[in-house]
Every structure is written in structure tokens, then in C-alpha cells.
């Protein structure tokens, strides 16, 4: 129907998104309120309710709300759960579809964040009309979620597609999963920033970045570093390149994706990025997947990005139910 | 029906299998006769067809052939073609699908050989129940078929599940394919003898491998040389396993089985490899699927398990078109 509306909401460390999206992708009413993750989550799914209500109040009248979709890290699609998320302090698992079933007598959806942001790419981005892809979202770490067969993975465990801790070396640096030389130890604007660190300590190369802190030393300031020709900046790009590269030839190796769409803010560096990534991913492609992958930039738009990922859980969900959700 | 059978073939590059499969893997007519892979494909199907047709006349008349499940080395299952087969030199690209057509008004299904492993342990093997899991064949390479949601995982390639070529070591050995260090060789009969020449090369332990030619030097050799307590042979088997246990963590973090299957001669070594590659994958997985996925031997025996896999390919389409391929 034309008035339908999903709720999507993106929870996260210190802030929680949401907004009402319709099929074709527009969203309104988009909300950010402070998570308070310190918090249980009973408290927040109270509060959240009361703004949600509030915005709701604002919309067109003749709306009708047909479902929740939620993204959020460490989130367990089967299970409704979201489970030792290290930004929220809310224990081994926490019901969150349940919480929201004592407001809400609709569907309620939940996925990890990465994931919902393939569904957002499936449903409203680049990857409308493929079967086989993967979305890399590269924030504070390194995201993933996998689509095969116009499914999202979530696997035995509810959890697939967690390529953030694949191994680039066991010997390498440490993550914050308690493992060595995870992927995204190297490539994420924090993995940038300690690439950047450790080439400015190994080499004597003049550079800008030698007057930051290590405080200030951002992926952007990277970035705009490496654009105005920096060495030691050009450099950090040209090694997450590689290692990026190297990995996702490993991901092609596995379910063979159609394309690889980066996303997130450190995909914002645009070519700087992407252009060597290209180059590494040919080099290390087993050869008979060469000219069958495509690596480009995610076509949902930050911002609103998430949320509307986490509302195309539910619009997917009516479609592959039959329901053309695109018509 | 009771008594339709399905013609399983396996194409290797010496050695062509075949026989008939009952919906309980029960092969009928086991044959096998040599590929003369230099010959054209043609050539090829055309004998294949009069040895197929000979063995079919000393079954029970009362039979019914409903398909053809073929499994080979770079097939492509969409298009029914093998492409660039190192050991077939059948050229670019062969469509064995039409010239099997030629001689067979039935369904006729292709898929690479470790792949059609996967789908004859879901139909027949260890696997059966199970949503997603990954065989691991074992043999002078390493192959992989990958299933999710109960399909195996063909991909935009028609080619996905290609674990053997992810890379270990980007300068690491040479490898068949034209990359450096690629899993298989390490991991695999080949990889294995290659590691035990470094290891004799690079340490001064006193070894009964030192009196064995590199031809005598096969993965049994060193199997039973590690039963005898030999010290360079146990470390050979302790180095494959923890290449094998690491990449295979890595799949885990792609798609999240329930279990993977260890198939193929070299799995024939049993606890030797199964035992330290579990400690080493469980010391590489992340923490979110510590504990949802087991190692185990593929429960498809060696000798007619290749047929019994091509066969499961039509079994497993008639599956999942609604008739339960198991009752």
C-alpha cells in the first residue's frame, strides 16, 4: 500500500537512529536520541518507545506501520537477541525483539549492523537486482555482510559474515576480540590510523603527520594528507589497499559475489581507496574469478544510511515472501 | 519410486567413475575406465555412453534412470560447461551437459567434483539435516563445496567454494594456478610432502623420511612415519593443521556452518590431522562461534563416494523441488 511505513532503528555504542521509511527508500521523521548503553535495556526500549511515539505523532495521518526492523551490532537474527555487544552494557543477551513485542504487536526483525546494511543495498542501493554480493562497512572496524542466493547469510551460528576477524597475521596486532592480526586491525579508521603510526615510526620520511598527536591523527586527516601528496599517508593507504585487497580475494574465494561494495565513513576516501583495492583484489583473485567481480561504493548514502538498512529487513522479508516490495 | 536410479559420474583427470544410485545411496553398476583426457570431449562422451549403456544391461530391468549428476574439475553449473581444466585438455570451455543431451532425453545436472561431495554428504552422509555446512576434500589439491541455507553456494561465478586458492602467504609457494601460497600448497597429499621436504631441509632431527626418494615421499608415507613417533613427520602434521585450522576459522567467519567435513585421501589420516586442526581452529575462531562448529570425517566412504556425490545432485534437486528425495 502506498502509506505503509517501516520503522527502521540503528543502535549503536552512544547513539540510537530511527525513522520511518517507505518502499521506495524515502525516510521520515529521522530521529537521534543518545543510547545511554550504561543502561539496561529495558530502560532504553521505554524511552526509545515515548520518542518513537512522539515523531509518529508528526507524520501524515493516514499512515499505516507495518513492521520494525532493527540493526545493531553483535545482533542475532534467529534468535531476536543481541548478545556480548562490547558498546552495550547489557549483559550476555538481551530479548530486544521482545522488548519491543510489549509495545509493538508487529513484526520485528533484528540483524547485525553490517547486515542490515546489505539488506539497505539490496533493497534501496547498488545491489538491486543481484543474488551474490558482499557489503564491507569500514567505520571504527570492519563490517560484512554476505548475501547468496538474494539472502542475507546468517548461518548455524546467527552471526555470519563477521569479516572483521579474519586472520591477516597470528602474530600481528591486537584486537579488541582478543585475537591477533584480525582484518580489522589493519583496515578501519582505527586500523588506519595504527598503519599510519608504525610507518612514521619506521621511516624517516618527512611528513605532516609528524606534527599530530595521536589523538588527532583521524582516517580524514589521513585522508586529506594523502591528497595533498603526503608520503607517509599515501603510503597507509596504498598497505590497507593491499591487506584489503588480499582479503576480499579470500571472501570471492568462498561464496563468489557478483560485487563488493564498500561503505562507511572510511569509504568515503572515494578513489584513494577504492582504486588500489581494485588493483590488489585482481592481483590476488584465483584466476577464475577474474572479470566476474566488481568492487564499488555503496549507493546508500550515510546519514540516513543505516536506518534505512535496518527497514529494508522488513521490506525484504515481504518480499521474498512473495510481495513484490519494489512495486 | 523404488526403482529409479541415477547415473552418478565423477571426471577425473586419469580415471572416470560411474554408477547407479538408488535414493539411498546405494550404487548399482560401479564402473570405472580411463579418461584419455587428451582426446577431444566428444570422443569422450561417445565411449563413456558404451560403457554406460553395457553396464545398464546387467541391471534389474524393472529399473527407471531419472537424471545424471556429473561431477568435474572447473564445472560450471549454470552453464553446464568444464572451463580450462588443467588435467582435461578439453580447451576453454566444453558444454558436457548438450553432449550428454545428445545420447540422454533426461535431466543432466554438472558440478565441480568437491562440490557434488557436499551435496552427497547432505543427501547420504554426515550432513544429512543440516542447513550449512563445508566439505573439505582432501586429495592432491584442496577442494571445498559450501552449503548455506541448504543449498550449495554456486555464486555470480558459478564457481564459488574455491577454499584451496585462498592465500596462506602472498610470497609464500608457488602454485599451480599462478599464485603464491595459496592453501592447497600446504594443505593437501602435495602440500604436505612439500612441507616435510622444508622441515628435513631446515632442521638437523634424525628422520626415516631422510632415506625416502621425493617420489616415495607420499602424504601415507609420512602418515605412518608420524604413527611411528617419527619428530619430522608429527611436526608436518601439526604445521598442516594449523594452516588448515586458521583458514578454516576464516570460512567460519564467511558463512557460519554447523560443521565441517574432512574428505578425501589425505582425511584418511584420521585423528593425526582431525585432532590438532579442532585445537587450532578453536585458537583462531572468533569468539562469537567458539563452540557452534564441529570438525568431523566426511561419513561418505572413499572408493564410490565421488559417484554417490554427482548422483546426490539430482537427489538434492528433486528434493528441494518438493518430492523428499529421502522417504
Not at 540503528?10 to 543518545?34: L, P
Not at 586500523?191 to 618527512?206: C, D, P
Not at 598497505?239 to 568515503?268: C, M, N, W, Y
Not at 540516513?304 to 521490506?315: D, K, R, S, T, Y
Request: proline share 2%; charged share 20%.
Amino acid at each position: 500500500m502506498q502509506n505503509d511505513l517501516v520503522l527502521g532503528i540503528d543502535i549503536g555504542g552512544t547513539k540510537t537512529s530511527f525513522g520511518f521509511v517507505n518502499r521506495k527508500g524515502v525516510v521520515q521523521g529521522g530521529t537521534v536520541i543518545s543510547t545511554e548503553a550504561d543502561n539496561p535495556a529495558e530502560a532504553f526500549v521505554i524511552r526509545l518507545h515515548q520518542h518513537i511515539e512522539n515523531t509518529r505523532k508528526k507524520l501524515s495521518p493516514g499512515h499505516r506501520l507495518i513492521g520494525i526492523g532493527i540493526g545493531a551490532p553483535n545482533a542475532n537474527y534467529y534468535r531476536g537477541t543481541i548478545e556480548k555487544a562490547v558498546n552495550l552494557n547489557w549483559g550476555e543477551s538481551v530479548d530486544l525483539v521482545a522488548l519491543f513485542r510489549r509495545h509493538y504487536n508487529l513484526p520485528v526483525s533484528i540483524t547485525n549492523d553490517a547486515g542490515a546494511a546489505a539488506i539497505g543495498e539490496m533493497i534501496f542501493g547498488g545491489a538491486r537486482g543481484m543474488k551474490h554480493f558482499i557489503v564491507i562497512t569500514l567505520g571504527t572496524g570492519l563490517g560484512s555482510g554476505i548475501v547468496a542466493n538474494g539472502s542475507l547469510l546468517h548461518g548455524a551460528s546467527g552471526f555470519a559474515g563477521e569479516l572483521g576477524h579474519v586472520v591477516v597475521d597470528p602474530e600481528g596486532r591486537q584486537c579488541g576480540c582478543g585475537k591477533r592480526g584480525c582484518l580489522e586491525t589493519y583496515v578501519s579508521a582505527n586500523g588506519i590510523r595504527r598503519t599510519a603510526m608504525i610507518l612514521l615510526a619506521r621511516q624517516n620520511i618527512v611528513s605532516g603527520l609528524r606534527s599530530l598527536k595521536y589523538s588527532q591523527m583521524t582516517s580524514k586527516r589521513i585522508y586529506e594528507m594523502a591528497l595533498a601528496g603526503d608520503a607517509i599517508a599515501l603510503e597507509t593507504f596504498d598497505r590497507t589497499a593491499r591487506i584489503l585487497g588480499s582479503k576480499l580475494a579470500d571472501a570471492v574465494a568462498h561464496t563468489s559475489p557478483e560485487a563488493i561494495f564498500l561503505a562507511g565513513g572510511l569509504s568515503q576516501a572515494g578513489d584513494l581507496l577504492l582504486e588500489p583495492t581494485r588493483r590488489y583484489l585482481d592481483t590476488f583473485l584465483f584466476r577464475t574469478y577474474r572479470g566476474t567481480v566488481k568492487l564499488l561504493l555503496s549507493e546508500i548514502k550515510t546519514g540516513n544510511g543505516a536506518v534505512m538498512g535496518a527497514a529494508a529487513l522488513i521490506w525484504s522479508e515481504l518480499a521474498s515472501c512473495g510481495e513484490n516490495a519494489m512495486t
